[in-house]
Antibody, heavy 122, light 111 residues
Framework: EVQLVQSGAEVKKPGESLKISCKAS????????IAWVRQTPGKGLEWMGV????????RYSPSFQGQVTISVDKSINTAYLQWSTLQASDSAMYFC???????????????WGHGTRVTVSS | QSALTQPRSVSGSPGQSVTISCTGT?????????VSWYQQHPGKGPKLIIF???SRPSGVPDRFSGSKSGNTASLTISGLQPEDEADYFC???????????FGGGTKVTVL
């Protein structure tokens, strides 16, 4: 059974750093793109970027380029989303999601994590 | 403000049909046949119900169907069931810079 298990909720202060995780199981981790998606009440779902664990090729949305870093550790089937300097506007729910069929275009996001709530407040 | 436009809410009685629209531009919905739809129940992650405009993943009931005309994609739920009450989001490929854009979501209420 395919599963994406995300790390727990985080409460941080502005200026702090953060790395959240998404551990995959039930499939060949290296063969499927993993995306990160932000959800807020105001803007809904936003695609942040995607990584191919097989070779760590990464693509970022222009809206998030330079604001976050997406990475993987293939040895433990885990993808990460990282901030070096959090802002209050980063408060949101963050989902990891697998692109189906191992392709970057088409097919949709066929499996999603349960989400990680990030709260940034002084 | 989301890239794709969806109605905020739709409602219907059990057994009725509802259709949710998802309007974009020629640079996303209209330019590619890569529209997907997701169902999200409160406190859960989204679930893929339609991909590539009109294809259904295995296990998704055939009362869910998708279509597209020009810059607008649509999701139709036929024979509405109580468990269909949820938020629904559309998503489209938008080229090799943005990749994926989402709609703002539509809340489906089963009366």
């Amino acid at each position: 059974e395919v599963q994406l298990v995300q790390s727990g909720a985080e409460v941080k202060k502005p200026g702090e750093s953060l790395k959240i995780s998404c551990k995959a199981s039930g499939y060949s981790f290296g063969n499927y793109w993993i995306a990160w998606v932000r959800q807020t009440p105001g803007k809904g779902l936003e695609w942040m970027g995607v990584i191919y664990p097989g070779d760590s090729e990464t693509r970022y949305s222009p809206s998030f380029q330079g604001q976050v870093t997406i990475s993987v550790d293939k040895s433990i089937n885990t993808a990460y989303l990282q901030w070096s300097t959090l802002q209050a506007s980063d408060s949101a729910m963050y989902f990891c999601a697998r692109r189906s069929r191992g392709v970057l275009i088409g097919g949709g996001f066929d499996y999603w994590g349960h989400g990680t709530r990030v709260t940034v407040s002084s | 403000q989301s890239a794709l436009t969806q109605p905020r809410s739709v409602s219907g009685s059990p057994g009725q049909s509802v259709t949710i629209s998802c309007t974009g531009t020629a640079r996303d919905v209209g330019g590619y046949n890569f529209v997907s739809w997701y169902q999200q129940h409160p406190g859960k992650g989204p679930k893929l119900i339609i991909f590539d405009v009109s294809s259904r993943p295995s296990g998704v009931p055939d009362r869910f169907s998708g279509s597209k005309s020009g810059n607008t994609a649509s999701l139709t739920i036929s024979g509405l069931q109580p468990e269909d009450e949820a938020d629904y989001f559309c998503c489209s490929y938008a080229g090799s810079s943005t990749y994926s854009v989402f709609g703002g979501g539509t809340k489906v209420t089963v009366l």
